[in-house]
């Protein structure tokens, strides 16, 4: 058959018809998406380190800016990104594992006032973390007079108070979750002896593992992005700071924007968040999803 | 038989590991207590109590699971709301930061007036030899001599001997008397220094010969709770917002941190200043989230829709990139995309070969800051009306086709309102989410450009939440904690009504009763 006989194929009419303009439209959302991430990579390996003048392809490539980061010793990446490791997992496993608790009871057990809690964790959250920022901070300084290691600067309170600060999204989530794991695995379990919290251990988490991931994960995230409650408790030594806090000095340093070793730095912060999102990306769609869609 | 011994184990190991725990709880709470940290104190000893009664006393269950997350949640979520609503109903804010006595004691000792019919008394200077501080030695009021610093002052025991014709001393025990030359190089710390006299009489260097005498105009009569100006006569006494007052208004300014009830919400509807851009705030504040939701919905709705077409091949590339900016650090991508804005050299301008005021002009930046908040939300809104569309049960759109439906009409008429009612609570959910959306406005444009009628707080781009914030912790007039407070009270009612209201429309509610 000739080129142009199967050109004018019912089939290439069809694709032609119905779904040329579908990948046409992905583009321009492709273009939408990744725009922010191009520049970033763009400047990250600029050497000028001006995102205001960049070029896409920069004219002066080289890992200046790399090399910059690293050996600022005043600014040090390297602890940063430690800080941030230790903090945001934490925090990430603390939220998912208190949640996981909460959930678990208030999906299989029936008890006066249930309805209330799971309302009452939700709304308490509503309120802004943020502008109790200076309680928060007094509370810290109260507990470092009397434990060191509770105190300001410190990571320990920090993974504490935010230990608890995602529970009402994280309950809801693996509730509903653990709400479509028949219950009948749990009776079964029940009449072979197993409590009620080797049900949990046994049978429960080994089937909501995708569930666990996309809460993880979504913790994580949002572990990543804290900056000002961070600050505010580990205080401006910049051996303490997050990459969150830290990168920051960057751009609201006192000479001005440096977008150079800014990016090369959020590049580098990206690269395995979005790795893992495109890892895991199957279990967090799902997870997403039957979140919201399932009752 | 084994069994039974190895589960005997595993409980008396869980006993004990409960037993350390609680006494931990309980040594720390006796630390705090002995530090007089009362609230904290009595946090860790209630907490004690209760994770005993809930372990091994109480026979219910769900107490178990809840307790850590109630516990965590209480110390640092519902005990700071509480203290800052207790905040709200004060006047805390620079210039009434200190506690009344301290207020008062601060507007006596900046009341000073030197005293004219009394010339100033020459001084020297000493240097405690032990702890090399700084002293001064005067002769006052008759011809005692004392030595004293800020803190301290004691009568010196002279000898004939050690005074020099012209009246100075010599030779003190135990401190070296400097040369006027050697005082200059203390020029800093005599400036700092203070002697207060019993009489309220206070002497300070006036240069490094003489000291200036001088006395408070101002007398606190406790008993009638006033401050008397004793070179006016003028009468002060406290007025309602936690200051000293004439009876002409006239106040004494520090004032004092005060309990002022309902009046920082009452002055967000009568105070002009407060109400003008706070009123601003607020249509953005929904007109932001409404905005957004709709936006982004419609987006990935219209994404969904494109993207949910049985022939067409790598739609899973196509979603993997579609929510690449769920997994960037907003935090960071953020701060990329306040450079991507610059006006004319910015990547973007330059791209549309535009200049445009991007983050200066008002409506530029309400745009600019509703793209990228479209670019963070679109990705989630696409994953979950996918979801809710191949959720839609098939039978239907068939039963639909069969019966002549036209494809639009089967999208207005069956798709649409099944896919809406399925993410109706979600939809709020977000809302709540944009209207509390703290990072995007303050990373973006700072909340900026700012009213020129604000004092220099409010912004067009500003939304209650990041206004409130530079309110109390950045405000260019002086952070006034009680009216920001105040405002986040507002603020956690309005988002709070709006996610009761989509709690209750939520399957997973109904499913509770």
């Given amino acids: ?295 | 038989m084994t069994t039974v011994n190895l589960k005997s184990i595993s409980k008396s190991f869980k006993y004990a590991l409960s037993f350390i725990f609680v006494l931990l709880i309980l040594i720390m709470g006796a630390k705090l207590f002995r530090d007089k940290a009362w609230f904290l104190a009595s946090f860790f000893f209630f907490s004690a109590g209760l994770i005993i009664y809930v372990y091994s006393i109480s026979k219910k269950t769900p107490g178990k699971y809840l307790l850590p997350g109630v516990l965590l949640l209480t110390l640092f979520h519902i005990y700071p709301a509480f203290y800052s609503g207790a905040v709200a109903f004060t006047n805390d804010s620079n210039g009434h930061q200190l506690s009344k006595q301290q207020a008062i004691a601060a507007i006596i000792q900046d009341s000073r007036v030197p005293i004219d019919s009394q010339p100033p008394i020459p001084y020297q200077t000493l240097i405690e030899t032990n702890s090399s501080k700084v002293f001064i030695l005067f002769k006052y009021p008759d011809s005692t001599y004392w030595i004293a610093n800020s803190g301290t002052i004691r009568k010196l025991k002279t000898n004939l001997k050690d005074i020099a014709p012209d009246g100075k001393i010599i030779k003190v025990d135990g401190f070296k008397v400097l040369t006027p030359a050697q005082t200059e190089s203390y020029t800093s710390e005599l400036q700092n220094l203070t002697v207060e006299l019993d009489s309220g009489v206070s002497l300070q260097p006036q240069d490094l010969e003489f000291l200036e005498v001088s006395k408070p105009s101002f007398i606190y009569k406790a008993s009638k709770d006033q401050l008397v100006n004793v070179l006016t006569g003028e009468i002060y006494s406290p007025n309602n917002n936690g200051q000293m007052a004439s009876s002409s208004g006239e106040v004494i300014l520090p004032g004092w941190k005060a309990t002022i009830g309902w009046r920082n919400f009452t002055s967000i509807i009568t105070d002009k200043e407060i109400r003008r851009p706070l009123l601003a705030v607020l249509i953005w504040t929904f007109v932001n989230a409404f905005l957004l939701v709709l936006l982004s919905f419609l987006m990935g709705l219209t994404l969904a829709l494109i993207f949910n077409f049985p022939y067409l091949r790598s739609k899973r590339f196509y979603r993997t990139i579609f929510i690449t900016p769920l997994a960037i650090p907003s935090v960071l991508s953020l701060l990329v995309w306040s450079g991507l804005f610059t006006t004319g050299t910015g990547v973007i301008d330059r791209l549309f070969h535009i200049s445009t005021p991007w983050l200066t002009h008002p409506w530029w930046a309400r745009v600019a800051v509703l793209i990228v908040e479209l670019w963070i939300t679109f990705p989630y809104m696409f994953l979950i009306s996918t979801g809710a569309i191949q959720a839609i049960p098939n039978e239907i759109l068939e039963a639909a086709q069969i019966d002549g439906a036209s494809p639009l009409k089967s999208f207005t008429q069956i798709k649409l309102p099944l896919v809406v009612r399925t993410l109706a609570p979600l939809l709020v959910a977000s809302t709540a989410m944009a209207l509390n959306n703290f990072g995007a406005i303050y990373l973006l444009t700072g909340g900026g450009p700012t009213f020129s009628n604000s004092n220099g707080n409010a912004g067009a781009t500003d939304i209650l939440i990041s206004y409130t914030y530079k309110l109390a912790f950045n405000s260019q007039e002086g952070n006034n904690y009680g009216l920001a407070s105040a405002l986040s009270i507002l603020n956690f009612i309005l988002v709070g009504l709006i996610s009761i209201y989509g709690l209750r429309k939520m399957k997973t509610m109904e499913g509770i009763n």
Avoid: C
């Fill in chain 1, 1 to 295: 058959m000739s080129t142009l006989l199967s050109f004018n194929s019912k089939k290439t009419r069809f694709w032609l018809k119905k779904v040329l303009w579908r990948h046409l439209v992905g583009l321009v959302v492709i273009a939408f998406s990744v725009f922010p991430l191009v520049w970033m990579i763009s400047a990250a390996f600029d050497a000028t380190g001006q995102i205001s003048t960049q070029q896409l392809i920069p004219l002066h490539r080289g890992l200046d800016n790399f090399t910059q980061l690293f050996s600022n010793t005043g600014k040090p990446f390297l602890t940063w990104a430690r800080n941030s490791l230790v903090i945001a997992l934490s925090a990430a496993a603390l939220q998912v594992a208190i949640g996981a608790l909460a959930a678990y009871s208030l999906s299989r057990h029936r008890f006066k006032g249930r309805k209330l809690t799971l309302t009452t964790i939700l709304i308490v959250q509503m309120f802004p973390q943020l502008l109790a920022a200076t309680t928060l901070f007094l509370i810290i300084n109260t507990f470092g007079k009397s434990f060191v290691f509770l105190g300001l600067g410190h990571q320990l309170p920090l993974i504490l108070i935010f230990g608890g600060s995602a529970l009402g999204v994280n309950t809801w989530m693996l509730k509903s979750f653990f709400d479509t794991l028949p219950t009948e695995i749990d009776e079964a379990a029940k009449i072979d002896g197993a409590g009620h919290f080797e049900i949990f251990l046994k049978i429960i988490i080994p089937l909501a593992t995708p569930i666990f991931v996309v809460t993880f994960l979504l913790s994580l995230i949002g572990m990543l992005n804290e900056y000002l409650i961070t600050s505010v408790i580990l205080g401006l030594d910049s051996k303490n700071m997050t990459v969150a806090v830290g990168l920051q000095q960057f751009i609201y340093g006192q000479y001005g924007k440096n977008w150079g070793p800014f990016t090369a730095g959020a590049l580098l912060a990206t690269i395995p968040v979005l790795a893992l999102f495109i890892f895991l990306q199957k279990h967090l769609v799902s997870g997403l999803v039957s979140g919201s869609t399932k009752g």
